[in-house]
């Protein structure tokens, strides 16, 4: 492994500690007395450190040794958590994952913000401001004999336990560039530590395998931590190793069978090359893990194997399982055409066949399906920054963080999401004094939501501020001549001018608004993942924006339907039911409009070959199957196709990156006679067609 590789592996482990970070200090804001939420937050900033000081980013790890060391503070009790402090920390917190980018990235930061915090965090210092930093020779071990390690105080104090713990590194643990003496210095940080290494194996030099792992080391903590903290310390090299963890005990000494267990065997890997120096090679992979991801310790049993894996390798694979699924549906297409006889073997194979596929493309999506808790977690900053620059208050609440979707959804959702946090704040929130008067909390709130629903991913951007102003919404529409002076439009046709191209309502330009470019973008970033945006406001309770993607991006089920003599298809998931009316149960209204009767209701219908273009409307009731779905802003509607065929899953294929966008159509796929069909967007639809303006009305 080179070392551009391990140092690739400390940043993107650095991601992970940096979402521990986030959460962590979430948790400490609510409860700053809970000292394993500030534990979690020390290590992480403390793991951060221990890999940059292996690479030499000085820059990074005197900064994290200051924050670390104001943390450790509030560990030992020297230090109340109050609402400036965890302002700091905050800060603190952006301003690591701005050193961790600018370091991985290779770019200059401008430092004012960095050292504008550094002089506020040694103001909590005091004796201790400008402390030793950190450096891995500070600590150094003497294989002769026990050493003593003491970075926390000798004396015992109340609930304080001695623990013995037997450690043998397999030789995978160093070709995965981890450090030994990482993991001793994490142990150090809970207490006084004695280390022992046993060098009986050592072999004769000329012997000697230096790619072989023959130290152990027995250590002894006396610490007030858990077995599950230390349990922490080893999570990552789990497997990797041998240890035992005793309390109280006497440390256990390796035996032939534990000292000379047989290693697992393992592929061959490029050899670790010499670090230069006599320097570790890889602190980013020896770092305890932040308790917020804590598991009971396990018993002779490894952590849950990982792989990571080039993400272009998984979509080569997603688009060659799209293929996989174009092809069965082929060769189903011409074992029809032979028109054979029944052959229930042929049938059978055949059908599992589909079914495999269909497990491979599950199986491939989910390994891109990642939780939206990290896109979620990089909002707080925005919440925060976007409340310093409008002197408003503001708090964010999230829910449903652990939803799944695909990650390229989370990627494109990151730009839109960040528009629409700092408009709920500029334009939503009002400031403290008004909200006071209201009486409203001054601390507005910003809640970010996610959950699957109807087969799609429904995101929720809400605020609890004062609503649209809608007069102010249409005026400032008129006057940019976005829509005519004497138009007439209704409150959510006055909404979804938000979305229009230019327009603002901010008086001046600022870093947040006025430029007159946001909503818009919102929504084009949004129909371009095959999604929908929708808007519900309330005078003086708040806005809430919705939007609505596809599960997946690659494959989903539909009903192969006729409409005009084209063949086309339609997502399952919005479809409730299937209607094949009778005439009786079909009205007329006006000159073109028609309802179906549906269980004492009325619902509209929307002849899909006419908001297409695709026939001419001709008069009196017509004939077809009815598709009875339910959208977000028109409720219920009753969508007129010819005929249904089939249902199946299809490849979705995009269109504006092929041909360009269609009204009313989402993407388009390939069947199984190799015709290319479109995948139709209900949604869409019902717009398209203007004669949908009913209520549903109670039969009487």
């Known amino acids: 492994m080179s070392m551009n590789s391990i140092r690739d592996t400390f940043f993107e482990e650095c991601e992970e500690l940096l979402e521990a970070l986030v959460e962590g200090l979430s948790q400490m804001e609510e409860a700053p007395e809970d000292i394993e939420v500030v534990n979690a937050v020390f290590r992480a900033v403390h793991s951060i450190k221990g890999g940059a000081g292996a690479f030499g980013l000085d820059r990074l790890v005197n900064f994290a040794h200051t924050f670390e060391t104001v943390m450790d ?27 961790v980018a600018s370091s991985r990235d290779e770019t200059d930061l401008d430092e004012t913000s960095e050292k504008a915090l550094i002089k506020e965090l040694e103001g909590y210092l005091g004796d201790n401001a400008g402390a030793d930093d950190f450096s891995f020779d500070a600590v150094t071990l003497d294989f002769g004999g026990p050493v003593e390690i003491e970075d926390a105080p000798a004396e015992e104090s109340i609930g304080e336990r001695v623990f013995k713990i037997a450690f043998k590194p397999k030789k995978e643990l160093y070709e995965n560039g981890h450090e030994p003496l990482l993991l001793f210095d994490a142990l150090a940080e809970f207490g006084p530590l004695k280390v022992e290494a046993d060098t009986s194996r050592l072999p004769d030099f000329d012997l000697f395998d230096p790619n072989d792992a023959i130290l152990a080391w027995s250590l002894t903590l006396q610490t007030a931590e858990t077995e599950t903290t230390l349990h922490e310390v080893f999570e990552f090299v789990e497997g990797l190793c041998a240890l035992d963890i005793q309390v109280d ?15 697992p065997e393992a592929a061959p890997e490029p050899a670790v090359e010499a670090a230069q120096d006599n320097e570790p090679v890889a602190a980013a992979v020896a770092k305890p893990a932040p308790a917020a991801a804590a598991t009971p310790a396990k018993e002779s049993r490894g952590p849950k194997p990982t792989l990571r894996v080039d993400l272009d390798r998984v979509d080569r694979l997603i688009n060659t399982v799209g293929e996989l699924i174009i092809n069965q549906a082929m060769i189903s297409q011409r074992i029809e055409e032979l028109d054979l006889p029944t052959v229930a073997h042929l049938t059978n194979e055949l059908e599992a066949y589909k079914l495999l596929a ?6 491939v999506m989910a390994i891109r399906a990642q939780p939206v808790k990290p896109l979620f977690q990089r909002m707080s900053r925005i919440v925060r920054e976007a409340s310093d620059a409008t002197n408003k208050k503001a708090k964010l609440v999230t829910v449903g963080d652990s939803t799944e979707v695909d990650k390229t959804v989370i990627e494109r959702l990151a730009d839109p999401l960040t528009h629409m946090v700092r408009n709920a704040i500029d334009h939503g929130l009002e400031s403290p004094e008004k909200r006071d008067e209201a009486g409203k909390d001054p601390v507005g709130t910003i809640r970010l939501s996610a959950a699957h629903r109807s087969g799609s991913v429904f995101i929720e951007i809400a605020d609890d501020g004062a609503g649209l102003n809608r007069e102010v919404i249409l005026r400032k529409a008129i006057e940019k001549n976005l829509v005519p002076k004497d138009a007439e439009l209704s409150d959510p046709e006055i909404d979804n001018l938000l979305f229009l191209p230019g327009f603002s309502t901010a008086g001046q330009v600022s870093n947040l608004s006025g430029r007159g470019v946001g909503m818009d973008v919102v929504k084009n970033a949004v129909q371009a993942l095959g ?4 808007i519900s406001s309330t005078p003086g309770k708040g806005t809430t924006f919705t939007i609505i993607l596809p599960l997946t991006l ?6 192969v339907i006729s409409v005009a003599d084209q063949t086309m298809v339609i997502p399952i998931s919005s479809i409730l039911e299937t209607i094949r009316p009778n005439l009786r149960d079909i009205h007329v209204v006006g000159t ?8 004492g209701s009325y619902v509209p219908i929307v002849d899909v070959a006419d908001s297409l273009g695709l026939a001419e409307t001709q008069e009196g009731p017509k004939t077809g199957i009815l598709l009875l779905v339910s959208t977000e802003t028109q409720g219920l509607t009753a969508l007129r196709v010819s005929s249904i065929h089939d249902q199946r899953q299809v490849v979705i294929k995009s269109l504006e990156s092929n041909y360009t966008a269609i009204p009313g159509v989402s993407a388009a796929t390939i069947l199984g006679d190799g015709k290319i069909a479109l995948i139709l967007d209900p949604e869409e639809l019902i717009k398209l067609d203007h004669s949908t303006g009913f209520d549903l009305i109670p039969q009487p």
Do not use: T, Y
């Open 73 to 99: 503070m509030v560990r030992g009790n020297e230090l109340s958590v109050d609402e400036k402090l965890m302002a700091i920390f905050h800060r603190s917190g952006d301003q690591l994952s701005d050193l």
């Open 358 to 363: 269909r497990d491979i493309q599950e199986g």
């Open 592 to 599: 073109d409009s028609e309802l179906v009767s549906v269980r």
């Open 531 to 534: 999604g929908r945006i929708s």
């Open 249 to 263: 005990g006497s440390a256990p000494v390796f035996s032939a069978a534990v000292a000379a267990a047989p290693e």
């Open 554 to 559: 690659a494959v989903m089920d539909g009903f």
